[in-house]
Each structure stands twice: as structure tokens, then as C-alpha cells.
């Protein structure tokens, strides 16, 4: 199985910052990665698919980067809303895998 | 809108089967996309369980082959899991997702505690 490394676990920031979590593969991915937002008591909402690509709907302050093992998600000026945990999860290799995901809090 | 939502018992013993259902709404499972059920436990760690495709071929993942099995009703656009011998460590949050690649719409999650 291709083990998905997400860091950090956990994630303080402030409003109006920019903050980056990052997930590493155990092998190539071929940029199929997913990202997605959890809110306390909701399910998961799909963010970002194929590395990059926004789902309708999601703010432009998000964005996701990478290939080959290594991809990011980045959230520039950080707003309220964007309390959540935040999962990457790839699907170029069965069993489709996730990140350990990130708990992102305001300082 | 696409929905999804699941139901079934909240707490089922070890040893016993733990059967859940997912009803769909706005879209029809026979119609294309494969439908999943994906766990998280309680620490947030994730895992895909399984799907079955709008063609009712059915994919499981290794780490739980001989234990589950999902199927459908197509008559009432509901998918089912069924996970065998369950442990305290099937204690878990369900969720029922539409895949495609990726899993774009989810359902609510249902809460299953593994308990005597």
C-alpha cells in the first residue's frame, strides 16, 4: 500500500495567514492526489482534486502544488471558516490511501 | 443535489456483523461512478473500505477482503455494507462516498461502536 505522510498533525495560525501542509508518498502518485476540509460534526468536502484543481465553490486562497511524492496544500490569508482538518488522499494506487490528516486551529 | 445519507445501528457487538445502508438521492448508482465506504477512527486515521461500481462489479480493500462485502438494490438506489466479525477495532465513523478518483460527495457518517 502506498502510505500517505501529512504534516504537520497539527496547526496553529492566525487570521490573514498563509499556511502550507504537505503530504509526502511512499512512491510516485502521478499528481492523483486529493485534498479535503473537515468541519467539526460534517463530513469531509472535497477541496482540490488532481493536485490542483478546485472544486467549484472552493475560495481561491486555496491552492495545492506537488508531483511524484511530495504534494501541498496552501492557504493563503487565513479566515475563520477555514477551521478544519484538512486530509490528503491518493488514487493512483489500490487501496486508495489518506494522509493521517491535519488539525488546523486559530492562534 | 446529489445526496447520500446512512443508517444502521450505532452499536453492534464483537463477533456479530455490522450492516449499514446508504440511500441516494439526485443521482442514480446505476448510472455510472463506483460508491464507496470509507471509515474514520477515532484518532483520524482514514480508511477506503470498498465500493461497488454502477455496473455492481465490487472492490475491497485488502486489508478487509475476507470480511466485507458490498452490494446493492438498485430498485431503491441503495448500497449496503456488511463487515463480518467485527472487533473493537471496527469501532468507527461510516461514511458512504460517490468515487471518481476522488470522492466528491459524501454522506453524513454514521457513528459504530463496537462494544458487549
Known amino acids: 500500500d502506498i502510505q500517505m505522510t501529512q504534516s504537520p498533525a497539527s496547526l496553529s495560525a492566525s487570521l490573514g495567514e498563509t499556511v502550507t501542509i504537505e503530504c509526502r508518498a511512499t512512491k510516485d502518485i502521478y499528481s492523483n492526489l486529493a485534498w479535503y476540509q473537515q468541519k467539526p460534526g460534517n463530513s469531509p468536502q472535497l477541496l482540490i482534486y488532481?493536485?490542483?484543481n478546485l472544486t467549484d465553490g472552493v475560495p481561491s486562497r486555496f491552492s495545492g502544488s506537488g508531483s511524484g511524492t511530495q504534494y501541498s496544500l496552501k492557504i493563503n490569508s487565513l479566515q475563520s471558516e477555514d477551521v478544519a482538518s484538512y486530509f490528503c488522499q491518493q488514487y493512483n494506487n489500490y487501496p486508495w490511501t489518506f494522509g493521517g490528516g491535519t488539525k488546523l486551529e486559530l492562534k | 443535489e446529489i445526496q447520500l445519507q446512512e443508517s444502521g445501528p450505532g452499536l453492534v457487538k464483537p463477533s456479530q456483523s455490522l450492516s449499514l445502508t446508504c440511500s441516494v438521492t439526485g443521482y442514480t448508482i446505476t448510472s455510472g461512478y463506483d460508491w464507496s465506504w470509507i471509515r474514520k477512527f477515532p484518532g483520524n486515521k482514514m480508511e477506503w473500505m470498498g465500493y461497488?461500481?454502477?455496473?455492481?462489479?465490487?472492490n475491497y480493500n485488502p486489508s478487509l477482503k475476507s470480511r466485507i462485502s458490498i452490494t446493492r438494490d438498485t430498485s431503491k438506489n441503495q448500497f449496503f455494507l456488511q463487515l463480518n466479525s467485527v472487533t473493537t477495532e471496527d469501532t468507527a465513523t461510516y461514511y458512504c462516498?460517490?468515487?471518481?478518483?476522488?470522492?466528491?460527495?459524501w454522506g453524513q457518517g454514521v457513528m459504530v461502536t463496537v462494544s458487549s
Open positions: 461497488i461500481s454502477y455496473s455492481g462489479n465490487t
Open positions: 488532481d493536485t490542483n
Open positions: 462516498a460517490r468515487y471518481y478518483g476522488y470522492f466528491d460527495y
